[in-house]
């Protein structure tokens, strides 16, 4: 079985421009979430989708972050601009939520490290 | 709310000992799930081991163990045999109705 997929794994640009992130979560997961993680710290919620709804996007800086998670499979973060402080790893996760199959468990990918020069 | 707390910043143990990692937590959940994630420098953050709140006997995993105790509000994971892979961040997690992280304890395992 498939893991979950993000692209890139790496990314450099200038501050100001924009930036694009992609998530494929692993087939059937219903639950997919967006982390922000610094060096040496836990990952920070951004969003959190169940099937193509945002429930969860209190941590969103939407001034200059938007995600979208089209038929509720695969995802893409977007920053625009992006400012010297976005530099981070970004991880995507995905879980199986809801009856008794459903631990909540989350499945990582390996994340898209992001620098902003 | 959730909170999930690891008091523990950094720990380090000599290879092939024992090390035991803290964790508390607090809800007011009666059904919720626990869990021990690793982190390798720059890699993929993993699941160690689960636990199921509503199961009293303590998960295993080879060398990786719990100490849960459900009424302190107590999630503790046990290396034994300590090895150098196991040198990581390690992030205790709580599954309810939301998903929350501790801030994570950085093992080094040394040589």
């Known amino acids: 079985e498939a893991g979950v997929v993000q692209s890139p794994r790496y990314k450099i640009i200038e501050k100001k421009q924009p930036v694009a992130f992609w998530c494929n979560p692993i087939s059937g997961h219903n639950t997919l979430y967006w982390y922000l993680q610094n060096l040496g710290q836990g990952p920070e919620l951004l969003i959190r989708y169940e099937n193509e709804e945002a429930v969860d996007d209190s941590q969103l800086p939407k001034d200059r972050f938007s995600a979208e998670r089209l038929k509720g499979v695969d995802s893409t973060l977007k920053i625009q601009p992006a400012e010297l402080g976005d530099s981070a790893v970004y991880l995507c996760?995905?879980?199986?939520?809801?009856?008794?199959?459903?631990?909540?468990?989350?499945?990582f990918g390996e994340g898209s490290r992001l620098t902003v020069l | 709310a959730q909170t999930v707390t690891q008091s523990q910043p950094e720990m380090s143990v000599q290879e092939a000992e024992t090390v035991t990692l803290s964790c508390t937590y607090d809800?007011?959940?009666?059904?919720?799930?626990l869990f021990w994630y690793k982190q390798p420098p720059s890699r993929q953050m993993i699941l160690v081991i689960r636990?199921?709140?509503?199961?009293?006997q303590n998960a295993t995993e080879n060398r990786f163990s719990v100490n849960f105790q459900k009424a302190a509000k107590s999630f503790s994971l046990k290396i034994s045999d300590s090895q150098l892979g196991d040198t990581a961040m390690y992030f205790c997690?709580?599954?309810?109705?939301?998903?929350?992280f501790g801030t994570g304890t950085s093992l080094t395992v040394i040589p």
């Open positions: 996760a995905s879980s199986l939520r809801g009856g008794t199959g459903g631990t909540g468990e989350l499945f």
């Open positions: 636990q199921e709140a509503y199961k009293q």
């Open positions: 809800t007011s959940e009666s059904n919720y799930y």
């Open positions: 997690a709580f599954s309810g109705n939301q998903f929350y």
